[in-house]
């Protein structure tokens, strides 16, 4: 691609060719060709609204008649301007607080638009959100990576997901090992991410990787918060040279450091010094001497600029009263003393029109997160997922396999709890007799069985909340939907629950002595599944909306005790009070709770009383046979009926009925409680749709 002058336009044309196979994509910025593309950002303010907490002061001031305080209003930004060009490195310093993160998140488009003020322009135009996800990627302070997954595993998901299917295996592998190169991950390539319990690859490497999946599209705009935070000087160093070289082959790069080394300062083509969200110097480091010369204070030989600048901004802030003004003010008057140092910033290289640079760049190969792989791009045709929703599942259901497959001992940690709980379950009640005593320790059994299933789901807690981060980050520049992460995630999930329902139906059914013969043993395992996938369910839903594991865990111990609370255990439906019957539809463990009791006791032909038997838990247990045959005559001569002590008296329906649990068939009750689990799954896809943003307010 190459730059002519147009005598007609301010701009400059583009010329698409195509590149040689000896030539690179995106010459050297600033020695071969002017930038196509430069992001400029004037006045940026950003305010925040802080409530003062509630106190007896409070109180106080209120019984006394005073007036309510108005929220506090904190400036975070503060009018900051600047401008970052194509193949430069910016950088954004300060201390702790001084708003670093928080520029970083307004030009990346993560503050919600209404609470910002100002311009963030690319080539003179606004950008807007969904462009803006396409053109950049954004790296988290974090690293967010999935342990199990080698470095090439986690860079060719990370293709598979930002590059269309109209690329080739075979190109997105060879990208990949591009990548790896570029990064200096050879030596890495097939060690594991690794975790607390998995050794794996360096703190400097695992950083880097990060910075792949973000890069793997090529992006324009590529912004990092704190890239070298935590890292030694070395590694911090690698990081950065890293950052240089995607600058040079054509993008925009912008980074948030804390206190960069000497080396470090080097590779940096514009820094912009920030003090409670103002700014008291912008532009080249070179220039960072004759600045602190001019305002009285030069740097000492043989010190490092950004080092001596950060303490005497630290100093400022904590002896004036105005903080760092007086710099901030002195920035403004030298900006206009040399305007030599800010040519670029006043327009005078000229702009290539952003539609055309976009197009120029997808015809040239680039940004083909975003294309659909033909060299007949436009803007206006920019698609805003990469893949179509069946690939995304895919590979979405293919990277989780693989990482839930090399950590066996979590799912064989969760088999052994319910295996243990089925043996305990079946030796407590083992062989239970049709007596009234078998009757009540079976419906003992199925509550204490059915609810179990739920607790057990419990473990499955984490998993999101762990991979809520991952999500979020690659949600934020549209990797793949919503909706594919939803269905990939419950069809990843139930294999597991298969061999859960089948574990704990052989190890209790047979032992206990249930009814049914076969059929009823598959509809006991069917309806062991059916609440294992409710209960999976319910906690996804609850992992979504709930960010804490322990307040998670509290939560979902509480609402599963409500729910075997009105199941219909412990209190008959009939006798539940009518402003709390709602809460008993609302019972998952109910629907599962009913299925088994039909399951069992659904034979009119079975008795489960017989003669005297129907004295047992009534005062006259205690007596002797004979005294019960007489009582038994006795009744039957006052009945006019015809009762022997091996009558039966009460049958499996009549069971049903006393205990009410004949409002639904069991065959309903199992297609309410899959139901369920399919519920919780929407309302978790809405609420990542809704509550799980990523942007601030």
């Not at 803006?132 to 954004?138: E, F, G, P, T």
């Not at 008959?572 to 069992?600: C, G, T």
């Not at 009460?650 to 199992?670: E, F, Y």
Request: proline fraction near 5%; aromatic fraction near 12%; charge should be positive.
């Amino acid at each position: 691609m190459e730059l002519q002058p147009n005598p007609t336009s301010p701009h400059v044309a583009v010329n698409i060719g195509s590149p040689s196979a000896n030539e690179t994509r995106s010459p050297r910025v600033g020695i071969d060709r002017p930038p196509i593309f430069v992001l400029s950002f004037t006045d940026i303010t950003y305010k925040v609204h802080q409530t003062k907490k509630l106190s007896l002061s409070s109180f106080t001031k209120s019984s006394k008649g005073d007036s309510a305080e108005r929220p506090r209003v904190r400036t975070l930004l503060d009018s900051v301007s600047g401008e970052a060009r194509e193949g430069e490195v910016f950088a954004i310093l300060g201390a702790s607080g001084s708003g670093k993160s928080t520029l970083i998140d307004a030009l990346a488009n993560r503050i919600v638009r209404e609470s910002l003020n100002g311009s963030t322009c690319l080539n003179g135009e606004n950008l807007e959100s969904h462009l803006l996800k396409v053109l950049s990627a954004y790296v988290m302070q974090d690293d967010l990576l999935y342990p199990m997954l080698t470095v090439k595993e986690t860079l060719m998901y990370a293709a598979e997901f930002r590059l269309p299917r109209s690329v080739s295996k075979e190109k997105k592998k060879k990208r990949v090992e591009e990548l790896i190169t570029q990064l200096g991950l050879e030596a890495a390539t097939n060690t594991i991410i690794g975790d607390e319990g998995h050794r794996g690859v360096s703190g400097g490497e695992r950083r880097r990787v990060s910075i792949g999946i973000d890069i793997v599209h090529d992006p324009i705009l590529l912004f990092l918060d704190e890239p070298t935070s935590g890292l030694d000087s070395t590694s911090a160093f690698m990081v950065v040279e890293v950052l240089k070289k995607i600058a040079r082959r054509g993008s925009i790069v912008m980074l948030s450091i804390h206190q960069p080394s000497y080396r470090i300062l080097n590779l940096l083509d514009r820094v912009l010094f920030l003090s409670r969200g103002q700014t008291v110097f912008y532009g080249p480091p070179s220039s960072l001497s004759m600045y602190f010369s001019e305002f009285g204070k030069p740097i000492p030989d043989n010190e490092n600029p950004t080092e001596f600048a950060l303490d005497l901004i630290r100093e400022r802030e904590a002896t004036c009263r105005d903080g760092a003004r007086e710099l901030v003010e002195f920035n403004k008057t030298w900006k206009r003393q040399h305007p030599d140092l800010f040519s670029s910033d006043r327009g005078d290289i000229p702009h290539i029109p952003l539609d055309q640079a976009i197009v120029g760049s997808f015809a040239s190969g680039r940004l083909v997160s975003g294309s659909n792989g033909t060299n007949s791009m436009t803007v206006a045709s920019v698609r805003k997922f990469t893949n179509p929703f069946w690939i995304e599942m895919g590979v979405l259901m293919k990277r989780a396999f693989t990482n839930t497959n090399r950590m066996p001992e979590l799912f064989m940690i969760r088999l052994g709890a319910v295996l243990i709980t089925g043996i305990i379950l079946a030796t407590i009640y083992w062989k239970l007799d049709n007596t009234p005593k078998g009757v009540q320790e079976r419906m003992g059994f199925f509550a204490i069985a059915m609810s179990t299933m739920f607790y057990t789901c419990a473990d499955a807690l984490p998993v999101f909340m762990q991979e809520r981060y991952i999500y979020l980050r690659e949600t934020a520049h549209n990797a793949y939907r919503k909706s594919s992460f939803v269905l990939s995630n419950a069809i990843v999930s139930f294999p597991p629950l298969i061999l859960l329902s089948i574990g704990f139906a052989l190890t209790t059914f047979f032992a206990v002595g249930l009814d049914g013969g076969m059929m009823g043993f598959f509809f006991y395992t069917a309806i062991i599944l059916a609440s294992f996938w409710a209960g999976s369910g319910f906690v996804t839903f609850l992992s979504g909306i709930v960010s804490h594991i322990i307040v998670g865990y509290t939560i979902v111990v509480a609402i599963l005790a409500y729910y075997l609370l009105f199941s219909g255990f412990f209190i008959n439906r009939d006798r539940i009070p009518d402003y709390w019957i709602w809460f008993h539809y609302m019972s998952l463990v109910k629907y599962p709770y009913q299925a088994v009791m039909q399951n069992e006791f659904s034979d009119p032909n079975k008795c489960f009383v017989r003669g005297t038997q129907m004295f047992d838990n009534t005062p006259i247990e205690p007596f002797n046979q004979s005294t019960k045959v007489e009582v038994l005559a006795s009744i039957s001569s006052s009945l006019h009926m015809s009762l022997t002590n091996t009558s039966c008296i009460t049958t499996g329906p009549d069971i049903l009925r006393r205990n009410s649990v004949q409002d639904l068939s069991k065959w309903n009750c199992l297609w309410v409680t899959v139901a369920w689990g399919f519920f919780f799954r929407f309302l978790f896809f809405v609420w990542l749709l809704v509550g799980s943003k990523n942007k601030r307010k």
